[in-house]
């Protein structure tokens, strides 16, 4: 198959996406000059970025594959991923409800709080600490300590039919986070890349699998067993993860464990002895993180480890699976990413130590008090800044990005433990930064190539 025909196949498929939301939601043109502009700017970005990593030969084409016209360097039908990715993405979030409609006997029966702490011992204790919609984080300020509205959003009222298919979809689509979908991706794709991986099939089929799949097993399974928390967490919802109604935990456990069981099948068959011990440890950590009797997300300090082994560990299995060479400078970057991760899960627990004590939980902000456990983070973001001065001219340009992390942490350094909720506001700051830091990192891997 050519990639014009390849190409062809993803825009049709998100060409029914849009007609189907346009008919079954009745878009304005407000969305759609939105969704146009989004398709402009992606397709500028494309056309210019694709050019230059063609010009670094960090990928090549089959020439007799190709159609032949260029937008630069970038072949014409790789502009049709960005525009399939901006009509489908909008139109499926249309499709999947933009206001989570919640179902009126799951939203009047939160469990009364002496009942939360009960469970706070058992299967379902654990608020969410540090682990959603980002590598690490808190996600579980609850009001105990935010002082404001209970939030709750489950939803799957449907009786049967397409109606509960939709509904299904829709709770199996936001326990996947797909604003995270990128955090897991990404750091694979850069280092089978960066390692000499290139674009081949086995690469491709990583990246979907730390795409969707492991983040559906990974966040899927940390919200059935935090079910009872994510009631009261008013951050539960948004770009912060869903509320799982009860109905669904069997069922997202199933699809989580049938559409990552023939990936790593494939991933072990078609990888080598050092990759499948990388991402033994890699579902090791995902799944310990939450299950009941590991719970790793309960032990102070092991809990910031689990989350920050979430995120680097698909950056080791690319360097693994591509054959990359385990050298000073890919160690210390690794171990920087590591601190960087440490980092960001405990200063995202930070906002949740008053809810987390008064229900019994532990994480490692409630180990430290507020407080300490900011300058830990701090200690940690500057460490992993020095770590990173290891990795030689230019890469270690890359230190200087950890220092927009410590600036947007530093007015918290002294938080008391009461006004723990005011960490919120660094919490937020902390998703932005890591948009640019991801865009800025980038340019850096590009420049790498190129010399």
């Known amino acids: 198959m050519s990639y014009l025909g390849l190409a062809a196949m993803f825009l049709a498929a998100a060409a029914v996406v849009g007609v189907l939301a346009a008919l ?19 397709l500028v970005l494309t056309a210019v970025f694709d050019s230059l990593m ?16 260029t937008v630069l360097r970038a072949p014409v039908e790789d502009l049709a991923w960005p525009l399939a990715a901006a009509v489908a993405l909008p139109a499926l979030w249309e499709l999947a409800g933009r206001r989570r409609p919640g179902t009126p006997a799951e939203k009047h029966s939160r469990p009364p709080a002496k009942e939360h702490a009960r469970t706070s011992t058992g299967v379902h204790a654990h608020p969410p600490t540090g682990e959603h919609s980002h590598p690490p984080a808190g996600e579980h ?20 039919g397409p109606a509960t298919v939709r509904a299904a979809l829709r709770q199996l689509l936001g326990a996947s986070r797909p604003v995270s979908w990128i955090n897991t991706a990404y750091p694979f794709a850069a280092a089978y890349l960066l390692a000499g991986g290139g674009v081949t099939a086995v690469g491709v089929l990583a990246t979907v699998y730390f795409l969707v799949p492991y983040n559906l097993l990974m966040y899927g399974t940390n919200d ?56 033994a440890v890699s579902v090791a950590a995902v799944l310990g993180y939450s299950v009941p009797g590991l719970r790793l997300k309960e032990r102070p300090v092991l809990d910031s480890m689990t989350s920050a082994t979430h995120f680097v560990s698909p950056a080791a299995f690319g360097l693994a699976l591509a054959g990359g060479a385990l050298t000073g400078p890919v160690l210390a970057a690794l171990t920087a990413f590591f601190l960087w ?55 270690a340009l890359a230190a200087v990005l950890v220092v927009p992390y410590v600036a947007s942490i530093a007015p918290f350094r002294s938080l008391p433990d009461a006004d723990c909720a005011r960490a ?24 790498l190539a190129l010399r």
């Not at 609850?142 to 939803?155: D, F, L, Y």
């Not at 009860?246 to 790593?264: E, I, M, Q």
């Open 424 to 447: 919120h506001a660094g919490w937020r700051r902390f998703l932005w930064l890591n948009l640019l830091t991801g865009f800025l990192l980038t340019q850096l891997f590009i420049w």
């Open 24 to 42: 079954r939601r009745r878009l304005g043109w407000r969305w759609w000059a939105a969704s146009g502009a989004v398709a402009v700017v992606l």
């Open 141 to 160: 300020a609850r009001p105990a300590c935010r002082g404001g509205p209970m939030s709750v959003t489950a939803t799957g009222t449907a009786a049967g």
């Open 341 to 395: 991760g440490m980092a960001s899960q405990a200063f995202g627990a930070v906002q949740d130590v008053a809810a987390d004590r008064a229900a019994g939980i532990a994480s490692v902000a409630t180990w430290l008090g507020a407080a300490r456990t900011v300058r830990a983070a701090i200690a940690c973001y500057c460490l992993a800044g020095l770590v990173l001065l290891l990795t030689g001219w230019p890469a």
């Open 54 to 69: 063609i010009a670094a030969d960090l990928f090549r084409y089959d020439a007799g594959a190709l159609a032949g016209p």
């Open 224 to 279: 059935v067993f935090d079910y009872e928390s994510d009631l009261r967490n008013p951050r539960k919802g948004g770009i912060e993860g869903v509320v799982l109604a009860r109905r669904w935990h069997r069922l997202t456990l199933v699809v989580a464990a049938a559409v990552n069981a023939p990936f790593l099948l494939a991933l072990v068959l078609l990888g080598s002895a050092a990759s499948t011990a990388v991402l």
